[in-house]
């Protein structure tokens, strides 16, 4: 079949492999004017490592594992709060990697053929038809294919045409600030998976290492207003959290602001009535955008990818409409979930005052070996 895949980010581009490799005639269309993914760390859940390795995309993603022994929670100051054993966490539900975003957008495309790509084409809308659709960029008609993928993120134009009476996505009041840097030297290992909350002002910073020599961090706090530019947001974390365990603020400090990234969570205001419509089907955070706190983004992407691959195996244009039904079904009961249980830890972790009192010192009570398997649970998800 001829397939238009509409969107480059990480999701669109292990979809347009795998539809090439199932032995369809693929062209991946892209916005911007070239193929790239801009960003700073990003982790790949071990099921979404999974569902690389069934596209046969996962072995130089892997090389990249968690460089970390333990994990887990802790307050601000440092404090554990919930003590986990990654190594043991992997080892029941499989290992997880972490590695820069632009990093992995080039090992997931580099099976596809460069003449399939098509950058500085700003899709609009898709006309279809019963014989095939229409793709059209900037009112007029580019493509016309047999299946439609729409891939094209949290702002899906391809989304808002299929469900006009969606509410499409909405903020959460919080903001996400990002970096990656060099590892300092003499850093505690203990403390270099896992996440720092504070139950007075609900906000968070989380850690991971890329790699033996580099570290991604990431924050999570309470948003009024538009978001501010890199600079004055760097400035607002490094006063809110000047009273936090030294290293947070250290990092902080040491990552320029160019290399700060910010932008206001948002998920989708609820879940769609499909992931299909006759001839497209809809994957990513075209599909269930949701809350960082789960890490999950990517990894259901690339479920939605591999189930997608595995629907339109051998199928010609005629069986296109019942293969996206059974896309449907067989993705969005489990994204769906995952977009609610991601929700439901933003509020748990944002919580301030008693309830977050009483969160932590719930916390506290729980054994290590309990914290690793509700570790290994959240990361299967």
Known sequence: ???????????????????????????????????????????????GLRALDSLDLAADVRRHGLHAASGGLRDWRGRPLLVTDAVQGQRKVGSLAILDRAELHRAIRAPLPADLVRTGVPVDRVEARDTGVTVIADGAPVATADAVVAADGIGSRLRAQLFPGHPGVRRTGRMDLRGMLPRPPGLDPSLLAGQFVDRRSGAMFGLFPVGPDRLYWFTDSALDGPPPGADEARRRMLSLMA???????????????GDVYVDPIARLAEPLPSYAADRIALLGDAAH?????????????????????????????????????????????????????????????????????????????????????????????
């Open 1 to 47: 079949m001829r397939i238009a895949v509409v969107g480059a980010g990480l999701g669109g581009v292990a979809a347009a492999v795998g539809l090439h490799r199932a032995g369809h005639e693929v062209t991946l269309f892209e916005r911007a004017a070239e193929l790239r993914e801009a960003g700073t760390g990003i982790v790949v859940m071990p099921n």
């Open 243 to 257: 009273d936090w365990h030294p290293l947070v603020t250290s990092l902080i400090e040491a990552t320029p602001p």
């Open 289 to 381: 955008a949701m809350p960082p706190d789960l890490g999950q983004g990517a990894s259901q992407a690339f479920e939605d990818a591999a189930a997608l691959t595995r629907c339109l195996t051998g199928a010609g244009p005629g069986d296109v409409a019942a293969r996206l039904l059974r896309y449907d079904a067989e993705r969005r009961p489990r994204a769906d979930r995952v977009m609610r249980a991601a929700s439901r830890q933003s509020r748990l972790t944002s919580q301030t005052g008693a309830p977050a009192w009483l969160r932590d010192a719930l916390l506290r009570a729980i054994p290590s070996w309990l914290a690793t398997r509700q570790l290994a649970a959240l990361w299967h998800a």
